[in-house]
C-alpha cells in the first residue's frame, strides 16, 4: 500500500509539473523564443565588441547577407520579424544593452501601424522617441540612426501615417547630436509616387536583393567605421 501511495504521488507531481510548464509557455511574452534563439547564437559565437548594431522587424530579419554589403564594418543584426517598437524596447536588455554596440541603427514602424487601425503615426512617433531616450539614457552620445518606413505595396494604405511619423522622426532626430534619418522612403517610389513593386518579393511586404541594393546605399553615408 505504502509503495502505491508513493506511485500515486509521483504521477500527482509529474502531472503538477507538467501543468506549471504549460502554465509558464502561456505566458511567454511576444517573441520570447526569437529572444532565446539570440542568447544562443551568442553563446555559441561570441559576438563582436564596439559593433554597430540592427534592431527592428523582418527587413532586418530576412537581411540574412547583410555583413556582405557592408564589407569592412563590424555588423551585429537582431531584427526578430513582426516586431513593434514596444517590442524593441520590452527586450532593450537583451538585443542593445548586452552587446555595448558603437552604433545603433533601428528599423522598425510598420508593424506597429499594421497591428491595429487605432495605432497612429502619434503612437509611432512616441513609441521611437522612448526607444532612444532608453538607448541614450544607458549610452549617452551614442550615434543612433532611424531608418524610414518603406512604402511596402502590400500596406498602401498605411503610407499617409508612414509619411507623418517618418517626417515628425526625421524632424526631431535633427535636434538630437549624432542622431541620423536614413531615408530609404523616396529612393523606393516610382515617378508617379507609388511603391516600386519591382524592389519586392510576391507578397509585397519584403523585399528582393534590388531592395536591399538601394537601402545599402542608402545606409553607407550614415555607418560609423
Sequence with gaps: MHKLFQ?????????????????VQAQEPPFYKDIQAFKKQDSLNVPPKDAILFIGSSSFTMWKDVRDYFPGYSIINRGFGGSSLHH????????????????????????????????SAQTVIHRFITLFYEIRDRYPGIPIAFVAMKPSPSREKLIPKMQEANQAIEAFLKTQPEAAYIDVYTPMLNETG??????????????????YDIWQKAFLPYLKK
Design 194 to 211: 507609388k511603391p516600386r513593386a519591382e524592389l519586392f518579393l510576391q507578397d509585397m511586404l519584403h523585399m528582393n536583393k534590388q531592395g
Design 88 to 119: 524593441l524596447s520590452y527586450y532593450i536588455k537583451d538585443i542593445v544593452y548586452a552587446y555595448n554596440p558603437k552604433q545603433v541603427v533601428v528599423y522598425c514602424g510598420e508593424n506597429d501601424l499594421a497591428a491595429s487601425a487605432i495605432v
Design 7 to 23: 506511485s500515486f504521488g509521483k504521477i500527482v507531481a509529474i502531472l503538477a509539473l507538467v501543468a506549471c510548464c504549460q502554465a
